[in-house]
């Protein structure tokens, strides 16, 4: 159950810190934001390879929650907190 808290908290935590960051008032409390939440995504993909090795989780659904985990890690990585393409 230890690995399933882990990775709830993780997906409960995600929106929260898009939203924080969505927001902030400051600049720095909005990259500290968005930079929780890519944590979080680093997370929840970390946990899913684990379930996966362990086959606590089916292998077709662990792919595909993987691979919206990447979609949104990419995301937040193609973007800065304002909307500005990384360099």
């Known amino acids: 159950h230890a690995l399933r808290d882990e990775i709830l908290n993780a997906l409960l935590s995600l929106p929260v810190r898009l ?50 985990s990447m979609d949104v890690s990419e995301l937040l990585r193609a973007k800065n907190p304002f909307g500005e393409e990384n360099g």
């Open 19 to 68: 939203a924080e960051g969505a927001t902030a008032n400051q600049i720095e409390e909005t990259s500290a934001a968005f930079a929780a939440a890519r944590t979080c995504c680093a997370k929840i993909k970390t946990h899913l390879y684990i379930a996966k090795e362990l086959h606590f989780i089916d292998s077709t659904a662990s792919d595909r929650f993987l691979i919206e």
